[in-house]
């Protein structure tokens, strides 16, 4: 059984005070949720904040990026052990916003999923095909590319510590969200790649969330999908009670 994780990305939103105002009203309201595991990635600024408010309940914390070597001359960056130091458990990898504003590129996803997990962490590597390339029928060679470059340097014991999120970066804060099925689609391609270079046990096991404008009115249409085993939020994680009712699907 693969236990959902339901996971919300702040992206550049919330200041630590606000981080602290949005936890209070939060946690009461995902006390019970057991059913999933829930991560919460603010800003680096308010994973302190984030960190504070979160210890001792089930909630875990992560960063949105990080650098792939430990220290060094690299001004504005921050590496994967000092975001293990601040207490978070997760950290993003090449999401989407980063590979298109920021030059991230499958060989720099995979060694930063490297670091991650040298540090403790538990990377969430982000895969997902641009709109030009759904509408030219290459969604499943882009997810197979990213994979194999991103993902499969990757040992088998180093995949087994990892998290996947498929994003349908047409679906990205634009409202237009993937059907569950085209979702469950795109996550069979990416559960078939793993197939092929980890084999049956590490593909089974493999958690793989959706992200892309996920709501409380969509969400347990996705989760419906034996295929789909979380969510990756933006927008609609930003309001304690639309995030809690996510989580709560
Ligand atoms: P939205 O939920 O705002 O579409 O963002 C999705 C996302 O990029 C999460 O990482």
Redesign the pocket.
């Known amino acids: 059984m693969r236990k959902p994780v339901m996971?919300?990305?702040w992206?550049m939103y919330k200041t630590a005070a606000e981080t602290a105002v949005f936890f209070e009203k939060f946690l009461p309201l995902v006390a019970g949720s057991g059913h999933c595991e829930v991560l919460i990635?603010p800003p680096y600024l308010s994973v302190g904040a984030a960190v504070d408010a979160a210890r001792g309940t089930r909630v875990q914390i992560g960063a949105q990026n990080m650098h792939s070597k430990k220290e060094g001359a690299f001004t504005g960056e921050i590496s994967a052990p000092m975001i293990r130091a601040a207490g978070c458990t997760h950290v993003?990898v090449g999401?989407?916003?980063r590979r298109q504003l920021f030059g991230a590129t499958d060989q720099g996803v995979s060694d930063k999923a490297v670091a991650a997990l040298d540090a403790g962490l538990t990377p969430v590597i982000?895969v997902g095909e641009r709109v030009e390339q759904r509408q030219s029928g290459e969604t499943d060679a882009v997810l197979a590319a990213q994979f194999r470059k991103g993902i499969g340097p990757l040992s088998e014991e180093q995949f087994g510590r990892i998290l996947i999120?498929y994003?349908s970066?047409w679906?990205?804060?634009?409202?237009l969200?993937a059907t569950p099925e085209q979702a469950a689609d795109a996550h069979r391609a990416i559960r078939a790649q793993a197939l092929a270079r980890y084999g049956t046990d590490a593909a089974a096991g493999i958690r793989i969330l959706y992200?892309?404008?996920?709501?409380p009115d969509n969400v347990k249409g996705l989760m419906a999908q034996p295929e789909i085993d979380g969510a990756?939020?933006?927008?609609?994680?930003l309001d304690p009670f639309s995030f809690a009712s996510i989580v709560n699907f």
Do not use: D
Request: net charge neutral.
């Open positions: 996971a919300a990305n992206k990635c993003l999401h989407s916003e982000c999120a994003e970066v679906a990205i804060g634009t409202g969200v992200g892309g404008s996920v709501k990756l939020v933006g927008g609609a994680s």
